[in-house]
């Protein structure tokens, strides 16, 4: 219906101003009929009607015709003195209703479908700005996992031909060489882990997601259960809340505790006996929040905004080793899944990682 609007008010003026002509015609025909019927009163709904009608789709030029001849027609059929266009002072009242409601309605339907207009418009325009915002993505995704795929063999070019000299040529030189290559070997080592980083955050954009139904707290016991492995060394008091099944991707999900609770390995590190627990902070009828709390070196919330940003750190590298890839990482797993993100934290007072997923 609003396309065939949009179409006739486009169209010739020969359609816009028939459409007039025949809605003041039908109107007409069937306020005489109603009259000869014995209704009486039914002349002035059936032209406004007519006006709207014609205001809504064939424009105001249609719309200000059909004002005028209802007008006339109204007058000429249904005021005293019938079949003239003078009008009695008794029926001067009831004449100049019908004018200032049919001018009223002939308005309030030219401005809404204006603002109709504006909104499809609108409309439009933000459909078209996403499909190219998504095309945009789309192409940086692609040349971010192309560049970092093609970056992987030249480093492994330099990583190995280093070994190979620190292996061969080592009791050849002296000192400061030696630091040299290591430091190659240290330099290629931390390219590489940003260009696996790199790829996996470029991955999920392109991964397809699955969704089912995600128990939280034994995906979490999991989680746990790996890092204390690899933590084995250190007094890390674990603390695992009751937590709510959620919808979700569950290798997605998994992804985020596993970025959550390495970066709260990490920083409790300056910690004689960390503390790092993972819980529920809010649950209602249509999403979970849940929240990854340790005791270590925080942060300055003047820099919050910067967290989960690609490559953006807090800390020194020499103070906290990472690529700044994984808190982005976890931002856009969870707004894949509809949720949101956001942190908590105090500097050498711990920090509190929350994200939201939609509830089963």
């Known amino acids: 219906m609003a396309r065939w609007n949009v179409d006739l008010q486009n169209g010739s003026p020969v359609l816009r101003y028939g459409l007039s002509l025949v809605c003041v015609g039908l109107a007409l025909g069937l306020a005489l009929a109603a009259q000869y019927y014995g209704f009486r009163d039914v002349g002035l709904p059936l032209f406004t009607l007519a006006i709207a009608i014609v205001t809504w789709y064939a424009g105001m030029g249609p719309s200000v015709l059909t004002v005028l001849l209802s007008m006339l027609s109204f007058d000429y059929f249904f005021v005293q003195p019938l079949y003239s266009l003078a009008i009695d002072l008794q029926d001067l009242p009831y004449f100049l209703i019908f004018v200032v409601w049919a001018v009223v309605v002939a308005s309030f339907a030219a401005v809404r479908r204006r603002i109709e207009e504006h909104l499809r418009n609108a409309r439009e325009e933000l459909t078209h700005r996403a499909e190219e915002l998504e095309a945009t993505n789309k192409e940086l995704e692609s040349f971010t996992y192309s560049v970092s795929h093609d970056l992987r063999a030249p480093l492994r070019h330099v990583a190995g031909f280093s070994e190979l000299l620190q292996k061969h040529a080592s009791s050849s030189l002296d000192d400061k060489s030696r630091r040299y290559i290591r430091l190659i070997l240290e330099s290629a080592k931390k390219m590489g882990n940003l260009i696996d980083d790199l790829l996996g955050f470029s991955r999920i954009g392109r991964a397809e997601t699955r969704t089912a139904a995600v128990n939280l707290g034994q995906l979490a016991r999991e989680v746990v259960a790996d890092f204390g492995q690899d933590a084995s060394g250190r007094d890390i008091v ?44 809010r649950e209602d009828s249509r999403e979970v929040e849940i929240f990854v709390r340790d005791n270590g070196a925080g942060f300055d919330m003047q820099h919050a905004n910067k967290l989960f940003g690609v490559f953006q750190r807090l800390h020194l590298a020499e103070e906290f080793e990472g690529t700044g890839i994984g808190l982005a990482t976890v931002q856009r797993i969870v707004h894949r899944h509809g949720g949101k993100v956001r942190a ?3 500097v050498d007072n711990g920090a509190i990682f929350y994200f939201s997923l939609p509830k089963v």
């Open 238 to 281: 674990w603390r695992i809340g009751a937590l709510p099944v959620c919808r979700g991707d569950r290798s997605m999900l998994r992804l985020v505790l596993v970025n959550l609770v390495s970066n709260a390995v990490k920083f409790t590190r300056i910690r004689t006996r960390a503390e790092i627990e993972i819980g529920s902070a």
């Open 344 to 346: 908590e934290g105090m």
